[in-house]
């Protein structure tokens, strides 16, 4: 069975720094990965995808993610977050006959100013 | 993008009483919708797919006879949560997918969600 793992619980960060999300699957079949983020009080967004190709993906407001298939991961990235990326994030993998999507636990950041 | 709408955003009940949640896709036509619940500071939990015009396929440990899902046509699907408890209290969250030609542009939207509290 697949599952997702987001071993960062809540990331604290102040403004302008990097930032990197951890996101690991176990899944045997194909492989379709995405980062959805949830702002406070907002419904999911997408944020990004992968399906295929280059494993370097670039989502919506400046997140990327890296699609590692000998290490499992798909980590999310930021060269530089804002207060405004205060958000609940979370790793979801595509899989199943009718193409359910399983999540990870999700992980909190919150930007200080 | 395309828009997920959700009724009620959310509901106050008695234990004992029955609770439907509607879910729209508002600009576009979806075959398929999913159903979430997510309790705080967890994920979500994928409780059921709905394909429109067939039954609803439930995830191991949802008891379809308390969950019903109805999927009548294309832009909406219906959560019913019969003779609802406390324990059922939660947030449901439904999606909508979106299946153009290529699978790449396979996309789930979501709807804002709706929080249930059994009194």
């Known amino acids: 069975a697949q599952s997702v793992s987001q071993h960062n619980h809540h990331v604290i960060l102040s403004e302008a720094a990097s930032l990197e999300l951890g996101c690991n699957y176990s899944?045997?079949?194909?492989?379709?990965l995405f980062w959805y983020v949830q702002y406070p009080g907002q419904h999911l967004q997408l944020l990004l995808k992968?399906?295929?190709?280059?494993?370097l993906v670039k989502g919506i407001k400046g997140f990327e993610a890296e699609f590692i298939k000998s290490k499992f991961s798909f980590n999310l990235r930021k060269p530089s977050v804002q207060w405004s990326d205060t958000a609940e994030y979370f790793c979801?993998?595509?899989?199943?006959?009718?193409?359910?999507?399983?999540f990870g636990s999700g992980t909190q950041l919150t930007v200080l100013p | 993008g395309a828009v997920v709408s959700q009724h009620p955003s959310w509901v106050i009940c008695k234990s004992g009483t029955s609770v439907k949640i509607e879910c729209r896709s508002l600009d576009f036509q979806a075959t398929t919708m999913f159903w979430y619940r997510q309790f705080p500071k967890q994920s979500l939990m994928l409780m059921a797919t709905?394909?429109?015009?067939?039954?609803?396929?439930?995830e191991q440990g949802v008891e379809k006879d308390k969950f019903l899902i109805n999927h009548a046509s294309l832009t909406l699907s219906t959560l019913t949560v019969t003779s609802a408890h406390p324990e059922d209290s939660s947030f449901y969250i439904c999606?909508?997918?979106?299946?153009?030609?290529?699978?790449?542009?396979?996309?789930?939207?979501f709807g804002p969600g709706t929080r249930l509290l059994v009194l």
């Open positions: 899944y045997g079949g194909t492989v379709n």
């Open positions: 999606s909508a997918r979106v299946t153009p030609w290529s699978r790449a542009g396979e996309t789930q939207y």
């Open positions: 979801a993998i595509l899989s199943g006959s009718a193409r359910q999507l399983t």
């Open positions: 709905s394909n429109e015009g067939s039954k609803a396929t439930y």
């Open positions: 992968y399906f295929s190709g280059d494993p």
